[in-house]
């Protein structure tokens, strides 16, 4: 007769747990005990609701992350950074957290002072990765800047063009010091432009916003909420040290095509076309950003090494499923 063992639930936390955070929950509260930072007291119990443990902690102040050490030996850093600089601070005070050395670190959640975490019954656990603490990057594919439309993987250099994608940069470089020097084990995802039901440009198309005409038009990604959840949650336990990862679907589409394609999907007027030198005029200069960058994104280490399938392959593939408008 086989010993019963008590083996204690994986545990996982999201920084950051917003619409793709709570995706991420959804796939892992079956298998973890799944913590999730919050900077907003007023949210815990919409997060207890979906299956997640709140904690309470600000990444703009480094003394209220103190709880989060030793707490989980897998996160998904999720959060962006700050709206300012060229660094990320925010990153550099999560890492901080994350390695302190104190008496709470070596002690089982339930345990803590403070705001009680209640132990769950405990079951066979989830295959996490043993060793070190790994965390999981949400990047962006910003980061690579204007590549004039070529299709680039993982290996091409990074050159940002803008504050936003600058410190997202700042923050790989200050996971791949971590891991170098053994703090940590980090993998990157880097992320492009990320769709669902209820993440469509259709207030854009409302307001007749223009796209460029397809001379001048640019290359865009896609990814969707549930695709982007699943790879997060697969590079919890497979991802590689270091490693970057392209978390972008197939499609190859330029930005005024997307826009059309739901347009047509929904019934509504498509937006019209502008030149790019009309659109430098016009537009506002956070919406001209994006679409002074075009590059298509391979994605043959998410299939190859992850083996990820992605349940929409094609923005089309997700289109489709919207029912007939009337």
């Not at 002690?107 to 002072?113: A, F, Q, S, V, Y």
């Not at 969707?224 to 919890?236: E, F, G, S, T, Y």
């Amino acid at each position: 007769m086989i010993a019963t063992r008590t083996l204690r639930r994986a545990r996982i936390l999201i920084v950051g747990c917003g619409d793709v955070g709570l995706r991420c929950a959804a796939l892992l509260r079956s298998h973890a005990r799944v913590f999730a930072l919050t900077s907003q007291p007023e949210r815990a119990a919409a997060l207890r609701e979906a299956g997640t443990v709140p904690v309470v902690g600000n990444l703009d102040m480094r003394a209220s992350l103190a709880r989060l050490a030793g707490l989980a030996p897998v996160v998904l850093h999720l959060a962006p950074p700050e709206k300012s600089g060229d660094d990320d601070l925010r990153t550099r005070r999560l890492i901080a957290a994350l390695g302190a050395r104190s008496r709470s670190a070596a002690r089982p959640p339930g345990t803590r002072k403070g705001p009680s975490i209640v132990p769950q019954r405990t079951e066979r656990s989830w295959r996490m990765p043993r060793g070190r603490l790994r965390l999981v990057y949400a990047s962006t594919t910003g980061v690579y800047g204007d590549c004039e439309g070529a299709r680039i993987d993982e290996t091409r250099p990074v050159r940002p063009a803008n504050a936003r994608a600058k410190r997202r940069v700042a923050a790989e470089r200050l996971l791949r010091r971590a891991t170098a020097r053994g703090a940590l084990t980090a993998t990157m995802a880097r992320i492009p432009g990320i769709y669902a039901a209820d993440r469509l440009p259709l207030a854009r198309l409302a307001k007749g916003t223009p796209a460029l005409v397809e001379r001048d038009d640019v290359y865009t990604n896609h990814i969707h909420a549930d695709d982007l959840a699943a790879i997060l949650v697969k590079l919890a336990t497979h991802g590689r040290a270091g490693r970057v990862i392209h978390a972008s679907d197939d499609s190859e589409l330029k930005m005024g095509a997307w826009f059309d394609r739901v347009a047509d999907t929904f019934g509504v007027a498509r937006v019209p076309r502008v030149s790019r030198a009309e659109a430098e005029r016009a537009l506002d200069p956070m919406l001209l950003s994006f679409m002074r960058e075009s590059r298509r994104l391979a994605n043959d280490r998410l299939k190859r090494e992850l083996r990820v399938r992605l349940r929409y392959l094609l923005v089309d593939d997700f289109l489709r499923t919207i029912p007939p408008r009337p």
